[in-house]
T-cell receptor
Framework: SQTIHQWPATLVQPVGSPLSLECTVE??????LYWYRQAAGRGLQLLFY??????ISSEVPQNLSASRPQDRQFILSSKKLLLSDSGFYLC????????????FGSGTRLTVV | QKEVEQDPGPLSVPEGAIVSLNCTYS??????FMWYRQYSRKGPELLMY????GNKEDGRFTAQVDKSSKYISLFIRDSQPSDSATYLC????????????FGQGTTLQVKP
């Protein structure tokens, strides 16, 4: 069966510090991978998606970047965090192709102080 | 105008009530429609998945899609306190990217 792992679960970082969130998927190959952010009381905002190794599409220009160094690994990074980067970050995967539902990871709650 | 509109609630109902959650959308090209349930501080989980117009039933849950009105609904029968969560609608175009557009989410509380 397929599983998705996301870590860490909680993170408190000072303004200006770097960020690295990791997500890995098991039990499938060539998945579509996604990073979403959910601000308090708001919906899900798509940040990045990837349809293959090294292929990253950015939805929102901002202080973050993403990389996919391996087929089932997706990393969200920042060189210098801003207060506005605080939120709940969710990784998800879907089967390549039209209309697949997502499976989400358990999320990382990031607080920038 | 947002592509997907969803009343954020909160919605509070007594146990056993029938709950109706709704979303409207503006892009008539959407073909895949989903409902996710998200418990507090957890990732969303896929609850219902429908393609094009029509109804789909799974236990106490029924998803309904009306493409002519650009309107989707989720009905919960015999609601339970364990149904208390945020419900997010989502939809996508036929595309290999699989990108989903989410509604804001409706927070539901079922009181015992």
């Amino acid at each position: 069966s397929q599983t998705i792992h996301q870590w860490p679960a909680t993170l408190v970082q000072p303004v200006g510090s770097p960020l690295s969130l990791e997500c890995t998927v098991e039990g499938t190959s060539n998945p579509n991978l996604y990073w979403y952010r959910q601000a308090a009381g708001r919906g899900l905002q798509l940040l990045f998606y990837s349809v293959g190794i090294g292929q990253i599409s950015s939805e929102v220009p901002q202080n973050l970047s993403a990389s996919r160094p391996q087929d089932r690994q997706f990393i969200l990074s920042s060189k210098k965090l801003l207060l506005s980067d605080s939120g709940f970050y969710l990784c998800a995967w879907s089967v390549t192709g039209a209309g697949g539902g997502y499976t989400f990871g358990s999320g990382t709650r990031l607080t920038v102080v | 105008q947002k592509e997907v509109e969803q009343d954020p609630g909160p919605l509070s109902v007594p146990e056993g009530a029938i709950v109706s959650l709704n979303c409207t959308y503006s892009n008539s090209a959407f073909q895949y429609f989903m409902w996710y349930r998200q418990y507090s501080r957890k990732g969303p989980e896929l609850l219902m998945y429908t393609y094009s117009s029509g109804n789909k039933e799974d236990g106490r849950f029924t998803a309904q899609v009306d493409k002519s009105s650009k309107y989707i609904s989720l009905f919960i029968r015999d609601s339970q306190p364990s149904d208390s969560a945020t419900y997010l609608c989502a939809m996508s175009l036929p595309s290999n990217t699989g990108k989903l557009i989410f509604g804001q989410g409706t927070t539901l509380q079922v009181k015992p």
